[in-house]
T-cell receptor, first 111, second 120 residues
Framework: DAGVIQSPRHEVTEMGQEVTLRCKPI?????LFWYRQTMMRGLELLIY????????DSGMPEDRFSAKMPNASFSTLKIQPSEPRDSAVYFC?????????FGPGTRLTVL | AQTVTQSQPEMSVQEAETVTLSCTYD???????LFWYKQPPSRQMILVIR??????QNATENRFSVNFQKAAKSFSLKISDSQLGDAAMYFC?????????????????FGKGTKLTVNP
């Protein structure tokens, strides 16, 4: 298996623009997670899905953030409009039982 | 809410020596999992080792082992025979074990991390 796939790996955008991050989980995994990593706050969970259904979105910072999982093999995290404080590394992870396997992350820079 | 604390922002070790990274956590749950993840400069998060709270035996994976003290809520990572490739950020993480219907959660709660430098 190729592991968790994220795209793009790097994204540079201007404030106010819409940003869409994409994730393909490991085949057969029934949980999908979105995390954000910043120097100030460390690694924090934004939202997670079980069998494509959002279970906990309490970490989503505000209404500018939205996440979807239309099927078992694809998820998106959208920021609209983006702000400089959204600059961070965004990780997608998937799991089937105990361990979560992480993708390579997307480094987002909002100018 | 559960919290994870890593009190050592940075550590260094000589190649071939042994180093121990500290982690403490706070929870009211009796059943849970603890993990150590490694994040090298490539930023890929790599699982190093896992410990189930109900197991008294400390987990071991090759040169990596843990000292799990449930009563003290302590979960340290020992790296033996350190290698240059061990240089990375190390994160301790907590996850509930109970089912979501029983109040559990699948989310990982991370510590702030410890930056490990390995000197040749």
């Amino acid at each position: 298996d190729a592991g968790v796939i994220q795209s793009p790996r790097h994204e540079v955008t201007e404030m106010g623009q819409e940003v869409t991050l994409r994730c393909k989980p490991i085949s057969g995994h029934d949980y999908l997670f979105w995390y954000r990593q910043t120097m100030m706050r460390g690694l924090e969970l934004l939202i997670y899905f079980n069998n494509n259904v959002p279970i906990d979105d309490s970490g989503m910072p505000e209404d500018r953030f939205s996440a979807k999982m239309p099927n078992a093999s694809f998820s998106t995290l959208k920021i609209q409009p983006s702000e400089p404080r959204d600059s961070a590394v965004y990780f997608c992870a998937s799991s089937f039982f105990k361990e979560q396997f992480f993708g390579p992350g997307t480094r987002l820079t909002v100018l | 809410a559960q919290t994870v604390t890593q009190s050592q922002p940075e550590m260094s070790v000589q190649e071939a020596e042994t180093v121990t990274l500290s982690c403490t956590y706070d929870t009211s749950e009796s059943d849970y999992y603890l993990f150590w993840y490694k994040q090298p400069p490539s930023r890929q998060m790599i699982l190093v080792i896992r410990q189930e709270a109900y197991k008294q035996q400390n987990a071991t994976e090759n040169r990596f082992s843990v000292n799990f003290q449930k009563a003290a809520k302590s979960f340290s990572l020992k790296i033996s025979d350190s290698q240059l490739g061990d240089a990375a950020m190390y994160f301790c993480a907590y996850r509930s074990a109970p089912l979501i219907t029983q109040g559990g959660s699948e989310k990982l709660v991370f510590g702030k991390g410890t930056k490990l430098t390995v000197n040749p």
